[in-house]
C-alpha cells in the first residue's frame, strides 16, 4: 500500500523528508515495488527506480539550474537512504 515519502513506523516515522510532495508519486511507486517485494536484486531495482523517477519529475519542472541540482542531490539522499535503511521495510521472499 502507498504511503507516498517517508516512513510509517519507526523512529523516523514522525520525519517529513525534503519535497515530498514533489517526489510523491516516485515514492509510491516505490512503496509498491517494496510490498510487491522479491530478491535483493528486486530491491536494488525498486531502490534505483525511486531515484530514477524523481530524477524524470525534476528534469520535467522546469527548475532554475540551481533548483534542479539540489532538487537532484535530495533525490540521490533518497536514493542513498532507502538503500542503507529500508532493508527491513522490504518484503524478501523465499
Known sequence: MSKGCGCQS?????FTPPYSK???????????????????????AADLRLFV???RKIAKSGFAPAKAMWCALVALCYYWSV????????KYSG
Open 10 to 14: 519507526g523512529i523516523f516515522r514522525w
Open 83 to 90: 538503500r542503507m535503511l529500508g532493508s527491513n521495510y522490504f
Open 53 to 55: 523517477n524523481c530524477f
Open 22 to 44: 514533489l517526489f510523491y508519486a516516485a515514492c509510491c511507486i516505490h512503496d509498491d515495488d517494496y510490498d510487491r517485494g522479491g530478491s535483493e536484486h528486486d530491491r536494488k
